[in-house]
């Protein structure tokens, strides 16, 4: 029964991955009904999508997580964090300029490390709701919903992300699907 809830939240999870494909196309739709030029409506989708990705990754970095894992640590472990934060924040500068001297085609670099990251965050996210679920019915169901209500956010910047970095809607829809199934490995590692 637990891990049957996971691998349902997890199969959720994967089906809010449509959501940024989804919102664009009701936002097409309705820029139409209202006479605006398609150019103009897409414009705007990204532009709105691109800032609601920032602040979610900049708000849930600054005010949750680093916070959450500098809180009751004692002054040589804060000194230890911090620098294995300084050193991801490099590593990831570090992995973008690889990337850029790598890229050979049409699709940015940035794209190809959004989708990577995607599907460690996709991972993590599954981790977490098996654990949930593994404590009890009430956990699951509010890790359950606590991930599907970040995932929304998420991934409509996403979209606005792979579209800016060269993916046709068919393949981004494919590879952020494929990104997000790594949610089912965290919840089989968790198990």
């Given at each position: 029964?637990?891990?049957?809830s996971a691998y349902q939240a ?182």
């Open positions: 029964m637990v891990v049957s997890a199969a959720l999870m994967s089906v809010i991955s449509f959501a940024g494909a989804l919102v664009f196309v009701g936002c097409g739709r309705l820029a139409s009904k209202f006479g605006i030029d398609d150019a103009k409506a897409v414009s705007f989708f990204d532009a709105t999508c691109l800032t609601l990705a920032a602040a979610a990754m900049i708000g849930d970095a600054c005010l949750h997580l680093i916070p959450e894992t500098f809180e009751g640590t004692d002054e040589e472990t804060a000194d230890r964090y911090g620098v294995l934060l300084v050193t991801g924040v490099v590593a990831v500068l570090a992995f973008e300029k690889i990337c850029d001297a790598c890229n050979t085609g049409t699709i940015e670099p940035f794209g190809v490390a959004n989708l990577l990251v995607e599907g460690l965050h996709n991972f993590a996210d599954g981790m977490a709701l098996q654990v949930a679920w593994n404590l009890n019915r009430e956990a699951g169901v509010a890790t359950t919903i606590a991930v599907a209500v970040h995932e929304l956010p998420q991934e409509l910047g996403d979209f606005a992300v792979l579209r800016r970095a060269g993916f046709a809607t068919g393949p981004l829809l494919a590879a952020n699907f494929v990104a997000s199934l790594t949610c089912f490995g965290g919840v089989a590692l968790a198990a």
